[in-house]
């Protein structure tokens, strides 16, 4: 089944704890991105990949690393969370039209 | 930053009313998506209307486009109760991959 898994599905850490929220995806797609999800601000765009290891900033990349070793992989770092960063989290592959997203990560930063 | 902003911010109706809910946008676009989200679950793809189009239909979904008003609206017919999600609209300025969303129009279907 063409899909996109994201880990941990939840998530509650405290501030400054590094934390990893793993994507995979399995139809090839050479697009990947991720997004947070905010009450009344929709979906922003927190970093995406063209390729393997070509990455590029969102519009929110402040406190999140990414890297992409791998074509189907593409991990989301917080390396020092900060309870701003407390968000829904998808990950999302693309065609290069329509973006298939995974079911989520929510997570809490106390 | 935001492109696209959807109105209304939430509607409610009763089954079997149809459902209509707009996008407008600031910059020329290749194409316009719509997606649904049930509550906290990932989005899903309705549909896709490319900025040479001026209408689409998928099963009860019907998709306008006006480039000339920057608008989309997204109408469901005949509603459903399992239609109640979450509908946001995306828009690519540049290529596919850069889109950008709106907050979304939540929509209640009463049964």
């Known amino acids: 089944e063409a899909q996109v898994t994201q880990n941990p599905r939840y998530l509650i850490t405290v501030t400054g704890k590094k934390l990893t929220v793993t994507c995979s995806q399995n139809m090839n797609h050479e697009y990947m991105s991720w997004y947070r999800q905010d009450p009344g601000l929709g979906l922003r765009q927190i970093y995406y990949?063209?390729?393997?290891?070509?990455?590029d900033k969102g519009d929110v990349p402040e406190g999140y690393k990414v890297s992409r070793k791998e074509k189907r992989n593409f991990p989301l770092i917080l390396e020092s969370p900060s309870p701003n960063q407390t968000s829904l989290y998808f990950c999302?592959?693309?065609?290069?039209?329509?973006?298939?997203f995974g079911p989520g990560t929510r997570l809490l930063v106390l | 930053s935001q492109q696209g902003e959807e109105d209304p911010q939430a509607l409610s109706i009763q089954e079997g009313e149809n459902a209509t809910m707009n996008c407008s946008y600031k910059t020329s676009i290749n194409n316009l998506q719509w997606y649904r989200q049930n509550s906290g679950r990932g989005l899903v793809h309705l549909i896709l209307?490319?900025?040479?189009?001026r209408e689409k239909h998928s099963g009860r979904l019907r998709v306008t486009l006006d480039t000339s008003k920057k608008s989309s609206s997204l109408l469901i017919t005949a509603s459903r109760a399992a239609d109640t999600a979450s509908y946001f609209c995306a828009t690519d300025a540049y290529n596919n991959n850069d889109m950008r969303f709106g907050a979304g129009t939540r929509l209640t279907v009463k049964p």
């Open positions: 999302a592959s693309s065609t290069g039209e329509t973006q298939y």
């Open positions: 990949s063209m390729n393997v290891e070509v990455t």
């Open positions: 209307i490319r900025s040479n189009e």
